[in-house]
């Protein structure tokens, strides 16, 4: 599977894409790339600092900078990834406390005091970027005539 | 220099211990809000990442207690933040004392390490 993530792409529409099962295990197969490009580097390291006037240093170097290159580019993506959970989790709880707040029949006070302080959570901007005000009132709205019936 | 790292995303904070530790920094860790703030307000860092994002006492409320108690300038912090966060609420954080970045969420090293060395 390819796990390179394009960050200049990213799109909080691809959330829905993955499960959070499947970034869980993105982040682990990253996390064991990264450890084992943590170990290259190291041994890598070590055996630059005994070769450092061997012929093969120019070598050692260019490998080095490979390897590093490559790490790094694997830890930006577990970033992306790791990201994305947070905000799958983040909205997963959001979407309990709306639904206990139903409930618990406190209306739509209680709902849009929640939504007030949702908005100045940061991943609650990202979330009201794609959903509209209007809109928000407008489901919060149909939610009470239903509750009255 | 010494890098205090505060998010309450242990996957986060183990990898950017790891990574900026192999690139010579002195890496300290904390993934509580609270305990974070402590450490803030001593002034013993170089550079703070601070991630706006955690339960219970976010990045936000450690900003403003330490503006309260005049400690908030005794920091260097680079602040991690959701991708969405508004140019006006990106300016009014950068014009406090004591914030010298702002990247947003996913982070990327090289970003991170240019917000370090500025």
Redesign the interface.
Known sequence: MDLTID?NN?KIENYSKKSIEELKKD?KSL?SE?DNL?DS?NELIKNSKRSLLSKDTQQDKEFLIKISDK??NK??D???A??EQ?VID?LGQNRLDVESSLRENTGVKNLSEYFSHFRY???G??L??TISKEEIEKRLQKVMILKKL | MKLLIVDD?K??TT?LS??LS?KGFDCTISNDGREGMNLMAKGLYDRVILD??MPDFGGMDIINELEKSNKLKDNKIIIF??????DDEVSDLLKKDGIISLLR??????ELLSAISS
Not at chain 2, 105 to 110: C, E, F, I, M
């Open positions: 960050k990213f982040q996390e990264i943590f580097l790490l790094e830890i930006n577990f970033f992306v790791t990201y947070e983040e959570t940061s991943k901007n990202q009201f970027d | 995303n996957d986060i990898m790891k990574y192999m706006m994002s933040t959701a991708s969405s966060i508004s969420k996913p982070v990327q090293l090289n």
